[in-house]
Protein backbone atom coordinates (compact mmCIF):
# COMPACT_ATOMS: atom_id res chain seq x y z
CA UNK A 1 0.00 0.00 0.00
CA UNK A 2 1.18 3.57 -0.60
CA UNK A 3 2.43 5.24 1.88
CA UNK A 4 -0.08 6.93 4.88
CA UNK A 5 0.77 9.90 4.84
CA UNK A 6 -0.75 10.44 1.60
CA UNK A 7 -3.96 11.65 0.99
CA UNK A 8 -6.71 10.09 -0.71
CA UNK A 9 -8.08 13.26 -2.21
CA UNK A 10 -5.44 13.15 -5.03
CA UNK A 11 -6.24 10.09 -6.02
CA UNK A 12 -9.92 10.44 -6.15
CA UNK A 13 -9.28 13.32 -8.35
CA UNK A 14 -6.86 12.55 -10.61
CA UNK A 15 -8.62 11.51 -14.18
CA UNK A 16 -7.03 7.99 -14.29
CA UNK A 17 -5.41 7.05 -10.82
CA UNK A 18 -7.31 3.67 -11.06
CA UNK A 19 -6.68 2.89 -14.64
CA UNK A 20 -9.35 1.23 -15.90
CA UNK A 21 -9.33 -1.29 -12.49
CA UNK A 22 -11.11 0.77 -10.50
CA UNK A 23 -13.73 2.79 -12.98
CA UNK A 24 -16.28 0.24 -11.78
CA UNK A 25 -14.99 -1.20 -8.49
CA UNK A 26 -18.19 -0.08 -7.06
CA UNK A 27 -20.01 -2.47 -9.23
CA UNK A 28 -17.66 -5.29 -9.44
CA UNK A 29 -16.31 -5.75 -6.15
CA UNK A 30 -19.01 -8.59 -5.88
CA UNK A 31 -19.91 -11.55 -8.00
CA UNK A 32 -20.82 -10.08 -11.55
CA UNK A 33 -22.19 -13.86 -12.64
CA UNK A 34 -24.75 -13.51 -9.99
CA UNK A 35 -27.13 -11.66 -12.17
CA UNK A 36 -29.15 -13.54 -13.73
CA UNK A 37 -29.28 -14.26 -17.24
CA UNK A 38 -25.92 -12.48 -18.21
CA UNK A 39 -22.92 -12.82 -16.25
CA UNK A 40 -20.89 -10.24 -17.94
CA UNK A 41 -20.62 -7.60 -15.59
CA UNK A 42 -22.52 -4.13 -15.25
CA UNK A 43 -21.70 -1.38 -17.57
CA UNK A 44 -22.34 2.71 -16.87
CA UNK A 45 -25.48 4.02 -18.75
CA UNK A 46 -24.76 5.26 -21.93
CA UNK A 47 -25.25 9.36 -22.12
CA UNK A 48 -27.30 10.43 -25.07
CA UNK A 49 -25.66 12.67 -27.66
CA UNK A 50 -26.37 16.23 -26.43
CA UNK A 51 -27.92 18.71 -29.73
CA UNK A 52 -27.35 21.97 -27.93
CA UNK A 53 -23.62 22.08 -28.95
CA UNK A 54 -24.28 21.54 -32.59
CA UNK A 55 -27.33 24.06 -32.29
CA UNK A 56 -24.82 26.79 -30.80
CA UNK A 57 -21.86 26.07 -33.72
CA UNK A 58 -24.61 26.26 -36.42
CA UNK A 59 -22.58 23.46 -38.54
CA UNK A 60 -24.87 20.43 -39.09
CA UNK A 61 -23.37 16.79 -38.89
CA UNK A 62 -22.88 16.55 -42.24
CA UNK A 63 -19.92 19.50 -42.07
CA UNK A 64 -18.37 17.68 -39.35
CA UNK A 65 -18.73 14.41 -41.60
CA UNK A 66 -17.57 15.83 -44.83
CA UNK A 67 -14.12 17.14 -43.31
CA UNK A 68 -13.54 13.81 -41.16
CA UNK A 69 -13.70 12.54 -45.27
CA UNK A 70 -11.15 15.09 -46.28
CA UNK A 71 -8.58 13.61 -44.00
CA UNK A 72 -5.80 11.10 -45.11
CA UNK A 73 -6.86 7.44 -45.30
CA UNK A 74 -4.02 7.12 -43.02
CA UNK A 75 -5.08 9.85 -40.95
CA UNK A 76 -8.12 8.21 -40.63
CA UNK A 77 -6.91 4.77 -39.23
CA UNK A 78 -4.53 6.17 -37.13
CA UNK A 79 -7.48 7.97 -35.13
CA UNK A 80 -10.06 4.74 -35.38
CA UNK A 81 -6.97 2.92 -34.31
CA UNK A 82 -6.64 5.44 -30.88
CA UNK A 83 -10.29 5.00 -30.71
CA UNK A 84 -10.53 1.11 -29.90
CA UNK A 85 -7.77 1.24 -27.96
CA UNK A 86 -8.83 3.73 -25.84
CA UNK A 87 -13.02 2.17 -25.59
CA UNK A 88 -10.54 -1.37 -24.36
CA UNK A 89 -8.83 0.34 -22.06
CA UNK A 90 -12.30 1.29 -20.23
CA UNK A 91 -13.91 -1.34 -19.69
CA UNK A 92 -12.78 -4.30 -16.80
CA UNK A 93 -11.05 -6.86 -17.67
CA UNK A 94 -12.90 -9.70 -18.00
CA UNK A 95 -10.16 -12.30 -18.70
CA UNK A 96 -6.88 -12.73 -17.88
CA UNK A 97 -5.82 -11.70 -21.29
CA UNK A 98 -7.69 -8.72 -21.00
CA UNK A 99 -6.04 -8.12 -18.14
CA UNK A 100 -2.48 -8.24 -18.98
CA UNK A 101 -3.41 -5.29 -21.32
CA UNK A 102 -4.49 -2.96 -18.68
CA UNK A 103 -2.61 -0.58 -16.37
CA UNK A 104 -3.41 -0.91 -12.32
CA UNK A 105 -2.02 2.03 -11.10
CA UNK A 106 -4.17 1.71 -7.77
CA UNK A 107 -3.40 -1.83 -7.09
CA UNK A 108 0.65 -1.14 -7.93
CA UNK A 109 0.28 0.61 -4.58
CA UNK A 110 -1.26 -2.21 -2.88
CA UNK A 111 0.57 -5.00 -1.52
CA UNK A 112 -1.14 -7.77 -4.05
CA UNK A 113 0.87 -9.89 -6.54
CA UNK A 114 1.49 -8.54 -9.58
CA UNK A 115 -0.33 -10.53 -12.45
CA UNK A 116 1.85 -12.73 -14.13
CA UNK A 117 3.71 -13.34 -10.91
CA UNK A 118 4.20 -17.02 -10.63
CA UNK A 119 3.61 -17.22 -6.79
CA UNK A 120 5.08 -20.43 -4.59
CA UNK A 121 6.06 -19.11 -1.03
CA UNK A 122 3.55 -18.43 1.58
CA UNK A 123 2.96 -15.26 3.66
CA UNK A 124 2.50 -11.12 3.99
CA UNK A 125 3.65 -9.38 1.39
CA UNK A 126 4.30 -6.56 3.44
CA UNK A 127 4.61 -6.99 7.42
CA UNK A 128 2.11 -5.48 10.15
CA UNK A 129 2.19 -1.97 10.27
CA UNK A 130 2.91 -0.04 13.74
CA UNK A 131 2.61 3.26 12.43
CA UNK A 132 -0.85 3.79 11.07
CA UNK A 133 -2.51 6.64 10.37
CA UNK A 134 -5.14 8.00 12.84
CA UNK A 135 -7.03 10.73 10.71
CA UNK A 136 -9.46 9.34 7.95
CA UNK A 137 -8.46 10.21 4.22
CA UNK A 138 -9.96 13.33 2.39
CA UNK A 139 -12.88 13.15 0.71
CA UNK A 140 -13.25 15.26 -2.43
CA UNK A 141 -15.13 18.91 -1.50
CA UNK A 142 -18.73 18.54 -0.37
CA UNK A 143 -18.60 15.03 1.11
CA UNK A 144 -17.59 13.12 4.15
CA UNK A 145 -17.80 9.84 6.26
CA UNK A 146 -20.02 8.52 8.58
CA UNK A 147 -19.88 4.68 10.35
CA UNK A 148 -23.66 3.62 9.63
CA UNK A 149 -25.45 2.29 12.59
CA UNK A 150 -27.68 -0.67 10.82
CA UNK A 151 -29.22 -1.16 14.15
CA UNK A 152 -30.97 2.37 13.01
CA UNK A 153 -33.85 1.19 10.81
CA UNK A 154 -33.89 4.72 8.72
CA UNK A 155 -29.81 4.25 8.22
CA UNK A 156 -30.49 0.60 6.91
CA UNK A 157 -32.63 1.56 4.84
CA UNK A 158 -31.00 4.15 3.13
CA UNK A 159 -28.29 1.74 2.22
CA UNK A 160 -30.71 -0.72 1.33
CA UNK A 161 -31.71 2.14 -1.10
CA UNK A 162 -28.24 2.91 -2.13
CA UNK A 163 -27.49 -0.55 -2.99
CA UNK A 164 -30.65 -1.44 -4.69
CA UNK A 165 -30.41 1.64 -7.12
CA UNK A 166 -26.57 1.54 -7.09
CA UNK A 167 -24.93 -1.82 -6.61
CA UNK A 168 -24.60 -5.29 -9.40
CA UNK A 169 -26.43 -5.28 -12.23
CA UNK A 170 -26.23 -7.08 -15.62
CA UNK A 171 -25.35 -5.50 -19.09
CA UNK A 172 -28.42 -5.26 -20.08
CA UNK A 173 -29.74 -3.17 -17.41
CA UNK A 174 -32.82 -5.71 -17.27
CA UNK A 175 -31.15 -7.40 -13.45
CA UNK A 176 -30.58 -5.87 -10.49
CA UNK A 177 -29.60 -7.61 -6.97
CA UNK A 178 -32.01 -6.85 -4.26
CA UNK A 179 -30.91 -7.17 -0.56
CA UNK A 180 -33.44 -6.95 1.67
CA UNK A 181 -32.69 -5.06 5.14
CA UNK A 182 -32.76 -8.18 6.69
CA UNK A 183 -30.53 -9.80 4.70
CA UNK A 184 -27.90 -7.07 4.72
CA UNK A 185 -28.21 -7.62 8.41
CA UNK A 186 -27.19 -10.87 8.30
CA UNK A 187 -24.68 -10.43 6.22
CA UNK A 188 -23.07 -7.27 7.93
CA UNK A 189 -23.48 -7.91 11.49
CA UNK A 190 -22.05 -11.51 12.27
CA UNK A 191 -20.44 -12.00 15.78
CA UNK A 192 -17.10 -9.50 16.00
CA UNK A 193 -18.57 -6.80 13.55
CA UNK A 194 -17.66 -3.20 13.83
CA UNK A 195 -19.38 -0.29 13.71
CA UNK A 196 -16.96 1.64 11.99
CA UNK A 197 -16.17 -1.14 9.60
CA UNK A 198 -20.02 -0.33 8.42
CA UNK A 199 -18.03 2.64 5.71
CA UNK A 200 -20.60 5.14 4.37
CA UNK A 201 -19.75 8.30 2.27
CA UNK A 202 -22.65 11.22 2.58
CA UNK A 203 -23.08 14.93 1.00
CA UNK A 204 -22.29 17.34 3.36
CA UNK A 205 -25.07 19.97 2.48
CA UNK A 206 -28.01 17.12 2.32
CA UNK A 207 -26.54 14.22 4.24
CA UNK A 208 -27.90 11.90 1.32
CA UNK A 209 -25.53 8.30 1.69
CA UNK A 210 -23.86 8.04 -1.44
CA UNK A 211 -21.12 5.41 -0.98
CA UNK A 212 -20.57 2.56 1.23
CA UNK A 213 -17.62 -0.04 1.75
CA UNK A 214 -18.33 -2.96 4.10
CA UNK A 215 -15.29 -5.46 6.30
CA UNK A 216 -16.56 -8.18 8.71
CA UNK A 217 -14.02 -10.37 10.96
CA UNK A 218 -13.13 -13.70 9.81
CA UNK A 219 -10.54 -16.04 10.40
CA UNK A 220 -9.08 -17.74 7.04
CA UNK A 221 -7.39 -21.31 6.97
CA UNK A 222 -5.28 -20.29 3.68
CA UNK A 223 -3.40 -24.15 2.90
CA UNK A 224 -1.50 -24.51 5.96
CA UNK A 225 -1.89 -20.84 7.56
CA UNK A 226 -4.89 -19.78 9.68
CA UNK A 227 -4.77 -15.96 10.01
CA UNK A 228 -7.44 -13.41 11.36
CA UNK A 229 -8.61 -10.63 8.41
CA UNK A 230 -11.77 -9.27 7.41
CA UNK A 231 -14.02 -9.71 4.56
CA UNK A 232 -14.25 -6.93 2.13
CA UNK A 233 -17.56 -6.48 0.53
CA UNK A 234 -20.60 -3.96 -0.63
CA UNK A 235 -18.15 -1.56 -2.50
CA UNK A 236 -20.77 0.92 -4.11
CA UNK A 237 -20.82 4.73 -5.15
CA UNK A 238 -23.80 6.19 -6.52
CA UNK A 239 -23.99 6.07 -10.19
CA UNK A 240 -23.83 9.93 -10.56
CA UNK A 241 -20.58 10.44 -8.74
CA UNK A 242 -18.31 7.58 -10.23
CA UNK A 243 -16.39 10.37 -12.36
CA UNK A 244 -15.26 11.46 -8.87
CA UNK A 245 -12.60 8.42 -7.96
CA UNK A 246 -14.38 7.71 -4.55
CA UNK A 247 -14.08 3.76 -4.92
CA UNK A 248 -9.86 4.08 -4.19
CA UNK A 249 -10.73 6.65 -1.39
CA UNK A 250 -13.24 4.31 0.02
CA UNK A 251 -10.67 1.02 -0.30
CA UNK A 252 -7.52 3.15 1.67
CA UNK A 253 -10.35 4.08 4.38
CA UNK A 254 -11.63 0.76 5.14
CA UNK A 255 -8.01 -0.58 4.96
CA UNK A 256 -6.88 2.09 7.36
CA UNK A 257 -9.80 1.53 9.67
CA UNK A 258 -9.16 -2.61 9.18
CA UNK A 259 -5.54 -2.23 9.97
CA UNK A 260 -6.33 0.07 13.23
CA UNK A 261 -8.03 -3.51 14.56
CA UNK A 262 -5.02 -5.21 14.17
CA UNK A 263 -5.96 -6.65 10.86
CA UNK A 264 -3.97 -6.47 7.80
CA UNK A 265 -5.03 -9.42 5.64
CA UNK A 266 -7.91 -9.20 3.36
CA UNK A 267 -9.74 -11.88 1.30
CA UNK A 268 -12.81 -10.22 -0.67
CA UNK A 269 -14.52 -11.61 -4.85
CA UNK A 270 -15.23 -9.97 -7.98
CA UNK A 271 -16.22 -10.67 -11.56
CA UNK A 272 -14.12 -9.04 -13.01
CA UNK A 273 -9.68 -9.73 -13.12
CA UNK A 274 -7.57 -7.74 -10.95
CA UNK A 275 -4.04 -8.07 -9.10
CA UNK A 276 -4.04 -11.37 -8.82
CA UNK A 277 -6.88 -13.81 -8.37
CA UNK A 278 -6.08 -16.37 -5.99
CA UNK A 279 -8.32 -18.60 -7.63
CA UNK A 280 -11.50 -18.56 -10.40
CA UNK A 281 -14.78 -19.92 -10.47
CA UNK A 282 -17.76 -20.30 -12.37
CA UNK A 283 -21.46 -19.78 -11.52
CA UNK A 284 -23.76 -22.36 -12.82
CA UNK A 285 -27.57 -22.11 -13.00
CA UNK A 286 -30.39 -24.60 -12.50
CA UNK A 287 -33.86 -24.00 -14.29
CA UNK A 288 -36.87 -24.33 -11.17
CA UNK A 289 -38.96 -21.95 -12.75
CA UNK A 290 -38.28 -22.19 -16.76
CA UNK A 291 -41.47 -20.99 -18.03
CA UNK A 292 -40.81 -17.57 -16.05
CA UNK A 293 -36.92 -17.76 -16.60
CA UNK A 294 -37.75 -17.65 -20.50
CA UNK A 295 -40.27 -14.85 -19.94
CA UNK A 296 -37.94 -12.36 -18.55
CA UNK A 297 -34.95 -13.33 -20.50
CA UNK A 298 -33.20 -15.11 -17.80
CA UNK A 299 -32.83 -18.11 -20.09
CA UNK A 300 -34.31 -18.84 -23.67
CA UNK A 301 -35.47 -22.18 -25.24
CA UNK A 302 -32.82 -24.35 -26.69
CA UNK A 303 -33.19 -25.40 -30.37
CA UNK A 304 -35.91 -27.57 -31.06
CA UNK A 305 -37.09 -27.41 -27.48
CA UNK A 306 -40.68 -26.76 -27.11
CA UNK A 307 -42.12 -24.67 -23.47
CA UNK A 308 -43.76 -28.31 -22.41
CA UNK A 309 -40.75 -30.26 -23.33
CA UNK A 310 -38.54 -27.50 -21.25
CA UNK A 311 -40.63 -28.00 -18.09
CA UNK A 312 -40.84 -31.38 -17.97
CA UNK A 313 -37.04 -31.57 -18.60
CA UNK A 314 -36.72 -29.65 -15.37
CA UNK A 315 -39.34 -31.08 -13.24
CA UNK A 316 -38.52 -32.21 -9.58
CA UNK A 317 -40.12 -34.73 -7.41
CA UNK A 318 -42.40 -32.74 -4.83
CA UNK A 319 -40.89 -34.09 -1.53
CA UNK A 320 -37.04 -34.69 -0.59
CA UNK A 321 -35.91 -38.39 -0.55
CA UNK A 322 -33.15 -38.58 2.21
CA UNK A 323 -34.09 -40.02 4.97
CA UNK A 324 -33.72 -38.02 8.56
CA UNK A 325 -33.40 -34.21 6.29
CA UNK A 326 -35.00 -31.39 8.46
CA UNK A 327 -34.61 -28.20 9.21
CA UNK A 328 -31.58 -27.18 11.42
CA UNK A 329 -32.10 -26.37 15.29
CA UNK A 330 -30.09 -24.72 17.83
CA UNK A 331 -29.75 -27.94 19.53
CA UNK A 332 -27.87 -29.60 15.95
CA UNK A 333 -24.81 -26.38 16.67
CA UNK A 334 -22.05 -28.42 18.36
CA UNK A 335 -22.46 -31.08 15.46
CA UNK A 336 -22.77 -28.98 12.39
CA UNK A 337 -19.84 -26.62 13.73
CA UNK A 338 -18.03 -30.78 14.34
CA UNK A 339 -19.37 -31.74 10.75
CA UNK A 340 -17.95 -28.55 8.69
CA UNK A 341 -14.70 -28.17 10.35
CA UNK A 342 -14.09 -31.90 9.48
CA UNK A 343 -15.37 -31.51 5.91
CA UNK A 344 -13.21 -28.42 5.15
CA UNK A 345 -10.11 -29.74 6.20
CA UNK A 346 -9.61 -31.08 2.46
CA UNK A 347 -9.53 -27.46 0.53
CA UNK A 348 -6.64 -24.67 0.91
CA UNK A 349 -8.71 -21.70 1.50
CA UNK A 350 -11.92 -22.18 3.89
CA UNK A 351 -13.28 -20.38 7.29
CA UNK A 352 -12.57 -21.38 10.34
CA UNK A 353 -15.94 -20.89 12.35
CA UNK A 354 -17.08 -21.43 16.09
CA UNK A 355 -20.42 -22.71 17.50
CA UNK A 356 -21.57 -18.66 17.49
CA UNK A 357 -20.48 -18.23 14.13
CA UNK A 358 -22.03 -21.59 12.81
CA UNK A 359 -25.64 -20.24 14.58
CA UNK A 360 -25.06 -16.57 12.86
CA UNK A 361 -24.67 -18.03 9.52
CA UNK A 362 -27.01 -21.02 9.37
CA UNK A 363 -29.48 -20.88 11.87
CA UNK A 364 -32.45 -20.80 9.74
CA UNK A 365 -33.73 -17.37 8.77
CA UNK A 366 -36.68 -16.97 6.03
CA UNK A 367 -35.58 -15.38 3.15
CA UNK A 368 -32.47 -15.29 4.27
CA UNK A 369 -30.53 -18.33 4.63
CA UNK A 370 -32.35 -21.83 4.66
CA UNK A 371 -30.02 -24.71 6.29
CA UNK A 372 -31.04 -28.17 6.78
CA UNK A 373 -29.70 -31.33 8.41
CA UNK A 374 -29.63 -35.14 8.00
CA UNK A 375 -29.97 -36.89 11.54
CA UNK A 376 -29.40 -40.44 11.71
CA UNK A 377 -31.40 -43.22 13.91
CA UNK A 378 -28.33 -43.02 17.14
CA UNK A 379 -29.05 -39.00 16.70
CA UNK A 380 -25.74 -37.93 15.08
CA UNK A 381 -25.74 -35.59 12.35
CA UNK A 382 -24.04 -36.79 9.30
CA UNK A 383 -24.79 -34.07 6.57
CA UNK A 384 -26.07 -31.11 6.26
CA UNK A 385 -27.29 -28.34 2.93
CA UNK A 386 -27.47 -24.60 2.84
CA UNK A 387 -28.73 -21.64 0.47
CA UNK A 388 -29.00 -18.31 0.99
CA UNK A 389 -31.95 -16.00 -0.58
CA UNK A 390 -30.53 -13.51 -2.69
CA UNK A 391 -33.47 -11.99 -5.30
CA UNK A 392 -33.05 -9.66 -8.25
CA UNK A 393 -35.31 -6.33 -9.47
CA UNK A 394 -36.64 -7.41 -12.83
CA UNK A 395 -36.50 -3.83 -14.06
CA UNK A 396 -38.47 -3.58 -17.50
CA UNK A 397 -40.78 -6.34 -17.39
CA UNK A 398 -44.64 -6.16 -17.52
CA UNK A 399 -45.80 -8.65 -15.00
CA UNK A 400 -42.95 -10.10 -13.11
CA UNK A 401 -41.10 -7.09 -10.63
CA UNK A 402 -38.57 -10.12 -9.20
CA UNK A 403 -36.59 -12.76 -9.42
CA UNK A 404 -36.06 -15.20 -6.73
CA UNK A 405 -33.00 -16.95 -6.55
CA UNK A 406 -31.23 -19.21 -4.36
CA UNK A 407 -27.10 -19.36 -3.85
CA UNK A 408 -25.66 -22.62 -2.58
CA UNK A 409 -23.74 -21.60 0.63
CA UNK A 410 -22.20 -24.72 2.32
CA UNK A 411 -23.05 -28.53 1.90
CA UNK A 412 -21.42 -31.56 3.69
CA UNK A 413 -22.10 -34.97 3.17
CA UNK A 414 -20.50 -37.74 5.18
CA UNK A 415 -23.20 -40.80 4.56
CA UNK A 416 -25.60 -39.56 2.11
CA UNK A 417 -24.07 -38.59 -1.65
CA UNK A 418 -23.51 -35.49 -2.55
CA UNK A 419 -25.68 -35.20 -5.90
CA UNK A 420 -28.10 -36.46 -3.52
CA UNK A 421 -27.95 -34.32 -0.92
CA UNK A 422 -28.51 -31.23 -3.91
CA UNK A 423 -31.46 -32.63 -5.81
CA UNK A 424 -33.04 -32.16 -2.42
CA UNK A 425 -31.65 -28.71 -1.94
CA UNK A 426 -33.52 -28.43 -5.63
CA UNK A 427 -36.92 -29.92 -4.46
CA UNK A 428 -36.93 -27.55 -1.28
CA UNK A 429 -36.09 -24.26 -3.02
CA UNK A 430 -38.46 -25.02 -5.75
CA UNK A 431 -41.55 -26.14 -2.89
CA UNK A 432 -39.98 -22.63 -0.99
CA UNK A 433 -40.79 -20.34 -4.51
CA UNK A 434 -37.64 -20.27 -5.86
CA UNK A 435 -37.73 -19.58 -9.51
CA UNK A 436 -33.55 -20.60 -9.43
CA UNK A 437 -30.85 -22.17 -8.38
CA UNK A 438 -27.30 -21.13 -7.97
CA UNK A 439 -23.58 -22.85 -7.43
CA UNK A 440 -20.04 -22.21 -7.90
CA UNK A 441 -17.70 -24.55 -9.34
CA UNK A 442 -16.13 -24.88 -6.28
CA UNK A 443 -15.28 -27.10 -3.10
CA UNK A 444 -16.94 -30.71 -4.32
CA UNK A 445 -19.65 -28.88 -6.55
CA UNK A 446 -18.33 -30.09 -10.06
CA UNK A 447 -19.86 -33.58 -8.92
CA UNK A 448 -23.02 -32.97 -9.04
CA UNK A 449 -23.74 -29.69 -11.92
CA UNK A 450 -24.14 -31.71 -14.91
CA UNK A 451 -25.57 -34.53 -12.97
CA UNK A 452 -28.80 -31.91 -11.72
CA UNK A 453 -29.15 -29.75 -15.09
CA UNK A 454 -27.31 -26.81 -13.92
CA UNK A 455 -26.17 -24.93 -16.81
CA UNK A 456 -22.83 -23.12 -16.89
CA UNK A 457 -22.51 -19.28 -16.52
CA UNK A 458 -20.45 -16.75 -19.01
CA UNK A 459 -18.67 -15.01 -16.46
CA UNK A 460 -16.30 -16.14 -13.51
CA UNK A 461 -15.95 -14.89 -10.09
CA UNK A 462 -12.39 -14.37 -8.94
CA UNK A 463 -10.96 -14.77 -5.23
CA UNK A 464 -8.54 -12.31 -4.16
CA UNK A 465 -6.48 -12.44 -1.43
CA UNK A 466 -4.84 -8.92 0.65
CA UNK A 467 -1.29 -8.92 1.45
CA UNK A 468 -1.13 -12.43 1.38
CA UNK A 469 1.04 -14.45 -1.10
CA UNK A 470 -0.03 -18.24 -1.77
CA UNK A 471 0.39 -20.35 -5.01
CA UNK A 472 -2.82 -20.28 -6.61
CA UNK A 473 -5.24 -22.97 -6.48
CA UNK A 474 -8.13 -24.81 -8.55
CA UNK A 475 -11.82 -23.79 -8.04
CA UNK A 476 -12.05 -27.10 -6.33
CA UNK A 477 -9.50 -26.19 -3.53
CA UNK A 478 -12.24 -23.71 -2.51
CA UNK A 479 -14.35 -23.96 0.20
CA UNK A 480 -15.19 -20.03 0.95
CA UNK A 481 -18.26 -18.98 -0.11
CA UNK A 482 -18.80 -14.72 0.49
CA UNK A 483 -22.27 -13.27 0.09
Known amino acids: MADDDETATKEAEEDDMCGSDCENDEDDAHSQDKIPGDETGAKKKKRKPKRKKEKESGRPDSVDQSRSNSLPAEKLQEIQKAIELFNVGQGPAKSMEEATKRSYQFWDTQPVPKLGEVVTVHGPIEPDKTNIRQ?????????????????????????????????????DNMFRFDYSPEFLLWALRPPGWLLQWHCGVRVVSNKKLVGFISAIPANIQIYDHQKKMVEINFLCVHKKLRAKRVAPVLIREITRRVNLEGSFQAVYTAGVVLPKPVGTCRYWHRSLNPRKLVEVKFSHLSRNMTMQRTMKLYKLPETPKTHGLRPMEHKDLKGACRLMREYLKQFHLTPIMNEEEIAHWFMPQENI???????????????????????????????????????????????????????????????????????????????FLEKLKFGIGDGNLQYYLYNWKCPSMAPEKIGLVLQ
Not at 139 to 166: C, H, I, M, R, S
Not at 400 to 410: D, G, N, P, Q, T
Open 135 to 171: EPYSLPQGFLWDALDLGDAEVLKELYTLLNENYVEDD
Open 369 to 447: IETYVVENPEGELTDMISFYTLPSTIMHHPVHKSLKAAYSFYNVHTKTPLVDLMNDSLILAKSKGFDVFNALDLMENKT
